[in-house]
């Protein structure tokens, strides 16, 4: 019989002459991927399904989500709650400068309902992002805008999957004088203010999938609601097709100093009821902006300390640092509202739909508006541009999806066709002897963001390995037959000036994708499970 003592020694002695497992194998969790309905868009639904089969090869369980698009934007920016979204940021004119896209990467936007929503943060990035935006000479700032691209390319945030190319067709018997812009096609602010009817009817017909995801200016996130928004809710400037800056409001705009901007106001302005607009409104509408909770203008806003009312038409912006593109890109995207009538209103984001006031100053006013099915503006005739205006008003058609809206403009239900095309029915629309087809190259891209908050998703060799999974020139190819660039980095290779060709590109690689996971750490189970 053993004694005690000798019992407890033999125990111990066993157990350590066994092998220790420090780490338990895990399989790596279930991976969703939201994305949009068929109907909506039918390339970024197929592109989550070739992702997906992809990333099964490297054994993970992977889900594809479609879901509706205004349903996706509020899991995306307002709540954050998703593992891997694909998404788009479209080429609007502003966007060329490179502070938008780059600040969809400072940690400052990872707050909710800002453009960062996956949450990468470098302090790195953060700290050069800060330097170009002070930088006002700008063979300088490339240099620190190519940096910003070096530095955050290795941390595979996001994978761009592609620039695609903007291809809309328009009715040209009814319309002429449609200008084109990059990024932005036929559905730009300029259009409207320039086309010109070639028979009895005046009025400029859209026709696009998707409703504004809100019309509320202290609210909205997408395009779509912003197009929209600026024909009615004028700027202090407005950028040309050719990216030159246009005073339009404002009847000069002077850099006292490198903080301090000084901005005067057109005499005779008048929003839509009637009232004047003066430099009250103006710095109304900045304060109003930043004291709010709505992160969609933070890069841009970011620079702005405070705003001063010299007289009844001038205003100072004092800038905590300065900034180059505040003058021209913060200037021209930030709507003027009614002091007059926001003033009153303590919780503009919880405003009701039929509460949400639509007077602005713009060249168009506010005619009606009904939700997933139509829209519609007034000239304005007493702007200061009506009198180069031709059209009377502008209607927005909605549909349920693209081919909805191909119909449309080949019946002539609709002169223009907002959103892009398929691949399939560009060909018809070059056939149609009605139509005139528009091509233009896209600064904007497709995306597919890991929130980085994530288990796993927050390691750079995870992102980097899924990254080197997707076969980006596969979907040009297949999905877009060939219309478009393979993504590589925020700043598209058509944006020259500011583009770094010579970032690293994680490009398709499987079996190096599979050495980056093994190298992490990872392994396969006997089934070919990943784990960890």
Same mark, same amino acid.
């Given at each position: ?263 005067? +106001? ?199 390995? +899924? ?38 590109? +994680? ?26």
């Amino acid at each position: 019989m053993f004694q005690k003592g000798r019992v407890t020694q033999l125990v111990l002695g066993l157990a350590l002459s066994m092998p220790v497992a420090l780490h338990a194998q895990t399989a790596v969790e279930p991976i969703e991927i939201l994305t949009t309905t068929e109907a909506y868009d039918p390339i970024r639904y197929e592109g989550a399904y070739m992702i997906a089969e992809a990333w099964k090869e490297l054994g993970l369980d992977v889900t594809v989500s479609p879901t509706e698009f205004s349903t996706l934007l509020g899991k995306f920016y307002d709540q954050q709650d998703f593992t891997v979204t694909i998404a788009g940021w479209s080429g609007r004119v502003d966007r060329l400068d490179p502070q938008f896209y780059l600040g969809t990467l400072n940690s400052a936007n990872a707050v909710m309902g800002a453009n960062n929503p996956g949450g990468y943060s470098n302090p790195e990035f953060d700290e050069v992002f800060e330097a170009q935006s002070r930088e006002f000479d700008q063979a300088k700032r490339q240099e620190l805008v190519h940096k910003l691209q070096e530095i955050s390319a290795p941390d595979a945030p996001l994978a761009i999957l592609f620039h695609r190319d903007e291809v809309v067709a328009y009715n040209k018997n009814n319309f002429e004088n449609m200008n084109a812009m990059a990024g932005e096609a036929l559905y730009s602010e300029w259009v409207p203010m320039e086309a010109k009817p070639l028979t009895d009817r005046t009025t400029l017909r859209y026709g696009g999938p998707q409703s504004p995801d809100n019309i509320n200016p202290m609210l909205a996130n997408t395009v779509w609601a912003w197009k929209w928004m600026r024909l009615y809710y004028d700027r202090l400037v407005r950028l040309t097709p050719d990216v030159e800056v246009k005073n339009w409001m404002a009847e000069s705009v002077t850099a006292i100093d490198e903080t301090t901007i000084e901005v005067k +106001l057109r005499e005779g302005l008048k929003f839509h009821d009637d009232m004047p607009v003066t430099s009250a409104d103006i710095k109304f509408s900045y304060d109003y902006l930043v004291a709010s909770d709505y992160g969609y203008f933070n890069s841009y806003l970011a620079a702005l300390d405070s705003v001063e009312i010299v007289d009844d038409l001038t205003v100072r912006f004092h800038l905590n640092a300065p900034s180059a593109p505040f003058a021209s890109i913060t200037l021209s995207q930030i709507s003027i509202l009614p002091k007059h009538i926001w003033e009153k209103i303590e919780n503009p984001m919880e405003l009701a739909p039929a509460d949400i006031p639509t007077v602005g100053s713009g060249p168009f006013k506010f005619n009606q508006y009904t939700l997933g099915e139509f829209m519609k503006l007034d000239k304005f005739e007493d702007h200061f541009h009506a009198d180069e205006i031709a059209v009377d008003s502008v209607e927005f058609q909605i549909f349920a999806d693209s081919e909805g809206v191909f119909t449309a403009v080949q019946t002539g239900q609709i002169d223009v066709t907002a959103w892009r095309m398929e691949a399939g029915q560009i060909p018809l629309a070059e056939a149609n002897e009605n139509l005139q087809v528009i091509s233009v190259p896209d600064f904007g891209y497709y995306h597919l963001t890991y929130n980085t908050r994530k288990p796993h998703f927050d390691d750079v060799a995870f992102r980097r390995a +899924l990254t080197k999974a997707i076969d980006r020139e596969r979907i040009v190819n297949v999905l877009l037959d060939g219309r478009g660039e393979p993504g590589s980095s925020v700043i598209a290779p058509v944006n020259a000036f500011w583009h770094n060709a010579f970032t690293e590109r +994680l490009d398709f690689d499987m079996d190096g994708a599979k050495a980056d996971l093994e190298a992490a750490g990872y392994s396969w189970s006997s089934d070919g499970k990943l784990q960890k």
